[in-house]
């Protein structure tokens, strides 16, 4: 699985962002999604996470009711909704794909991973 990650841009702090992750390949759906972001001078950080269903999703609790994962498996696509956004969730933020459903916020249960996509609010 091979993802792209987009969608970041420069926002002022209360607005909002939709990042994109596309993934190719014919097993996307079987693949449960992620989020991990990494500040300057800071480790990469768990945001958020869905299951292959689009059923279930579990977010870190710094961005629980600010921020919402969805997917499209017919477009091969997850979106990270971003809303009331602040300057501490400036950031690079990566997509990843994983094939279970344990241990979501950590970067080691992840298969593969996308390139990063800058994200920087402004106050």
């Known amino acids: 699985v091979q993802l792209q990650a987009s969608g970041g841009g420069l926002v002022q702090a209360g607005g909002s962002l939709r990042l994109s992750c596309a993934a190719s390949g014919r097993t996307f759906s079987s693949y449960a999604m992620g989020w991990f972001r990494q500040a300057p001078g800071k480790e990469r950080e768990f945001v958020a996470a869905i299951t292959w269903d689009g059923y279930n999703s579990y977010y870190a609790d710094s961005v629980r009711g600010r921020f919402t994962l969805s997917r499209d498996n017919a477009k091969n696509t997850v979106y990270l909704h971003m809303n009331s956004l602040k300057r501490e969730d400036t950031a690079v933020y990566y997509c990843?794909?994983?094939?279970?459903?344990?241990?979501?916020?950590?970067?080691?249960?992840?298969?593969?991973w996308g390139q990063g996509t800058q994200v920087t609010v402004s106050s």
């Open positions: 990843a794909a994983k094939s279970d459903w344990f241990r979501n916020d950590a970067i080691g249960s992840y298969d593969y």
